[in-house]
């Protein structure tokens, strides 16, 4: 008997050659420059062991500046981290979907144990086989591409959730300084009332006011305190709800510090959105729509039919011959074309189109609201700071020094007090308001509004 020449190993190159595909192509999704210069948390290749995917981060103490609060946020805040595993999530189906599919390998026994000649072995026949799926349609390399873009869309979710974050954290710690600055105002306040109380009981005492001033200055001593206590309530609010944004259970920092009566006039809203093609949900919809349409090629792919070859070697134990065996197998598609996943995969390649559209829309009508909100909040302070202020402040000292030289009423000390007040609790809101929206805007467009004049021709 001849030496069988061994043929596994030629069948199973040829399976592992049809099985290659080209490599992906597609480019890496750029950052937006918003908050690029603070390190962000960045999920390792190997998990760690354990339930806690997650170091524990430090919490700061002391002083709180805003660059702090942005560098322990973008590391230690839990949705961000999140965020994080999922892109590794999207890269482990990519390397899955890219893989070869594995060959079969059969072993066969016909012919034994039967009757007559086939009684018992010595007639049985003894094969094995290797078999494996040829696509030859190229759907591993769409599928491949189809995981790429899904990858991006993930990171695309993650770098808005680090904008979103960047934002967030500005908001709360600008709203944090806002609460410091009501807490103040509120301790100004009291101590005014204090001391216009104790200049009221003094009046009264020598009879040149009726006992009705001190007890109207009572109780807007009463209600000073009250009002403190309310500012001081929302100041550790707003500090618990900062600390939350790196996953903090309790403040253990003093107060913030953050330049919060700086403001700069917004540039012209033309240059704005000239810049709006780097917003996020642009970008995340072009890609979005990218993978519907590799979609649709991948469904027209599955629909080709897979041809599977398989090849082997016998034996045949009555002669103690051998032979070789070598088929293909084809699925006929009568039936199943795989039309309707084609026709669905064009569907949502219609309606990206149209959620694309609906998301320019609403972006540019954000823009607009947020330009304008800042504007006014920039023109209002500006306002405050250069005639109301000043003016509130003047009347309120004449009416002061009036009062205590036996000129004026204490009504006009109140009614004035009240007017100086007012204007000083308007300027803190239209500070915040402004830092809102500023921080709003640079969320739309991915940049600092400083950096806006250089960019745009």
Same mark, same amino acid.
């Given at each position: 008997?001849?030496?069988?020449?061994?043929?596994?190993?030629?069948?199973?190159?040829?399976?592992?050659?049809?099985?290659?595909?080209?490599?992906?192509?597609?480019?890496?999704?750029?950052?937006?420059?918003?908050?690029?210069?603070?390190?962000?948390?960045?999920?390792?290749?190997?998990?760690?062991?354990?339930?806690?995917?997650?170091?524990?981060?430090?919490?700061?103490?002391?002083?709180?500046?805003?660059?702090?609060?942005?560098?322990?946020?973008?590391?230690?805040?839990?949705?961000?981290?999140?965020?994080?595993?999922?892109?590794?999530?999207?890269?482990?189906?990519?390397?899955?979907?890219?893989?070869?599919?594995?060959?079969?390998?059969?072993?066969?026994?016909?012919?034994?144990?039967?009757?007559?000649?086939?009684?018992?072995?010595?007639?049985?026949?003894?094969?094995?086989?290797?078999?494996?799926?040829?696509?030859?349609?190229?759907?591993?390399?769409?599928?491949?591409?189809?995981?790429?873009?899904?990858?991006?869309?993930?990171?695309?979710?993650?770098?808005?959730?680090?904008?979103?974050?960047?934002?967030?954290?500005?908001?709360?710690?600008?709203?944090?300084?806002?609460?410091?600055?009501?807490?103040?105002?509120?301790?100004?306040?009291?101590?005014?009332?204090?001391?216009?109380?104790?200049?009221?009981?003094?009046?009264?005492?020598?009879?040149?006011?009726?006992?009705?001033?001190?007890?109207?200055?009572?109780?807007?001593?009463? /209600?000073?305190?009250?009002? *403190?206590?309310? $500012?001081?309530? #929302? +100041? =550790?609010?707003?500090?618990? @709800?900062? !600390?939350? &944004?790196?996953?903090?259970?309790?403040?253990?920092?003093?107060?913030?510090?953050?330049?919060?009566?700086?403001?700069?006039?917004?540039?012209?809203?033309?240059?704005?959105?000239?810049?709006?093609?780097?917003?996020?949900?642009?970008?995340?919809? /072009?890609?979005?729509?990218? *993978?519907?349409? $590799?979609?649709? #090629? +991948? =469904?027209?792919?599955?629909? @080709?039919? !897979?041809? &599977?070859?398989?090849?082997?070697?016998?034996?045949?134990?009555?002669?103690?011959?051998?032979?070789?065996?070598?088929?293909?197998?084809?699925?006929?598609?009568?039936?199943?074309?795989?039309?309707?996943?084609?026709?669905?995969?064009?569907?949502?390649?219609?309606?990206?189109?149209?959620?694309?559209?609906?998301?320019?829309?609403?972006?540019?009508?954000?823009?607009?609201?947020?330009?304008?909100?800042?504007?006014?909040?920039?023109?209002?302070?500006?306002?405050?700071?250069?005639?109301?202020?000043?003016?509130?402040?003047?009347?309120?000292?004449?009416?002061?020094?009036?009062?205590?030289?036996?000129?004026?009423?204490?009504?006009?000390?109140?009614?004035?007090?009240?007017?100086?007040?007012?204007?000083?609790?308007?300027?803190?809101?239209?500070?915040?308001?402004?830092?809102?929206?500023?921080?709003?805007?640079?969320?739309?467009?991915?940049?600092?509004?400083?950096?806006?004049?250089?960019?745009?021709?």
């Amino acid at each position: 008997m001849e030496k069988p020449i061994n043929i596994i190993p030629v069948l199973l190159a040829l399976c592992l050659g049809s099985a290659t595909g080209w490599a992906d192509s597609s480019k890496e999704p750029v950052p937006r420059a918003l908050g690029q210069r603070f390190s962000t948390y960045t999920a390792p290749a190997d998990p760690p062991q354990g339930p806690d995917a997650q170091p524990a981060g430090v919490e700061p103490e002391g002083i709180l500046t805003l660059e702090t609060a942005l560098e322990f946020a973008l590391l230690y805040n839990p949705e961000l981290t999140a965020r994080a595993w999922e892109i590794r999530a999207a890269e482990a189906r990519k390397e899955q979907v890219g893989l070869w599919s594995n060959p079969e390998i059969g072993l066969e026994v016909e012919g034994f144990d039967g009757s007559g000649d086939l009684a018992g072995v010595d007639a049985a026949e003894l094969g094995i086989r290797l078999e494996h799926k040829l696509e030859i349609s190229g759907a591993r390399s769409k599928r491949e591409h189809v995981a790429s873009l899904e990858r991006d869309l993930a990171f695309w979710d993650f770098e808005t959730a680090r904008l979103d974050l960047i934002t967030g954290v500005t908001q709360r710690f600008m709203q944090t300084v806002a609460a410091q600055k009501r807490l103040s105002l509120a301790d100004d306040i009291l101590g005014l009332d204090e001391a216009i109380f104790a200049t009221v009981q003094e009046r009264v005492d020598a009879g040149k006011d009726p006992p009705v001033e001190s007890a109207k200055a009572h109780v807007t001593l009463s /209600t000073a305190r009250i009002n *403190r206590m309310g $500012a001081e309530r #929302d +100041l =550790e609010i707003a500090q618990q @709800i900062l !600390a939350e &944004s790196w996953g903090g259970l309790s403040p253990r920092f003093e107060k913030v510090a953050g330049e919060f009566e700086t403001v700069t006039e917004p540039p012209p809203f033309d240059e704005l959105v000239a810049l709006l093609e780097q917003n996020l949900e642009f970008s995340r919809w /072009t890609t979005e729509t990218g *993978r519907y349409r $590799a979609m649709v #090629d +991948l =469904e027209s792919r599955n629909g @080709i039919p !897979a041809p &599977s070859i398989f090849g082997g070697y016998k034996h045949f134990q009555a002669n103690d011959e051998h032979a070789y065996l070598f088929g293909i197998s084809i699925p006929l598609p009568l039936f199943d074309r795989n039309q309707g996943a084609v026709r669905e995969a064009k569907y949502n390649l219609a309606q990206a189109g149209v959620r694309r559209r609906m998301v320019e829309t609403k972006i540019r009508a954000e823009l607009t609201t947020a330009y304008q909100g800042l504007f006014w909040a920039y023109s209002t302070v500006g306002i405050l700071e250069s005639e109301i202020l000043p003016s509130a402040q003047d009347a309120f000292d004449t009416a002061l020094g009036g009062y205590r030289n036996g000129k004026f009423q204490y009504l006009i000390v109140l009614d004035a007090q009240r007017t100086l007040f007012e204007a000083r609790g308007s300027y803190i809101n239209a500070l915040e308001a402004y830092h809102n929206s500023r921080a709003g805007l640079e969320r739309l467009i991915g940049v600092e509004l400083g950096s806006v004049a250089g960019m745009v021709e």
